[in-house]
């Protein structure tokens, strides 16, 4: 698995000018509600509006960035893409903000969950449907990745001999 630092460094020119725009977006955006709100509504009420709305908007469009993975999971089969950690704590968030917004009786704190909420269950429905059971054991894991000890390969060929008897030789490579 590549670290995030591996990540970037892949990434192409068109990437990070991809990335750049989108993130003068997001800047622009919050620089432009701030302005109108502090420069143009003096009232709280149409300020409470404004400021709500975007942030739903926004709110609404992060609870659904995950569906571009979920579609990626359901082509190849493999959750490698989503992590379960990131899942949880989304249904966690969308959850608590959705209480936490019915209780104070506010749309603009329970909306996105609203639809937030239902997707977060999605995504983790999603992630127990293909994920694969590895059965790895963990003392391994951390030798492999100190570098203590080799993958242990096993190859084996099979030799069909002219008595139709089959003839498996194996290999080991033993620890460095």
């Not at 608590?96 to 429905?125: E, K, M, N």
């Not at 492999?144 to 080991?172: F, Y």
Request: net charge negative.
């Amino acid at each position: 698995m590549h670290s995030l630092h591996d990540r970037i460094v892949e990434l192409s020119p068109f990437h990070m000018v991809k990335v750049a725009v989108i993130s003068t977006f997001v800047v622009a955006v919050f620089c432009i509600t701030a302005a109108v709100s502090v420069f143009a509504l003096h009232e709280t009420r149409r300020r409470k509006l404004l400021v709500g709305s975007i942030g739903l908007c926004v709110s609404v469009a992060l609870y659904g960035s995950p569906l571009v993975a979920m579609k990626k999971v359901i082509k190849t089969k493999s959750v490698e893409f989503m992590p379960l950690p990131l899942s949880l704590c989304a249904f966690s968030a969308s959850v608590l903000w959705l209480g936490y917004g019915i209780l104070i009786r506010d749309v603009f704190v329970a909306g996105s969950s609203v639809v937030g909420t239902p997707l977060s269950i999605l995504q983790l429905v999603i992630y127990f449907k293909y994920r694969k059971e590895r059965v790895v054991d963990e003392a391994e894991i951390e030798d492999l990745e100190k570098g203590g000890l080799e993958l242990e390969k096993v190859v084996e060929l099979e030799l069909e001999l002219e008595l139709g008897k089959e003839e498996k030789i194996v290999t080991n490579c033993e620890q460095q």
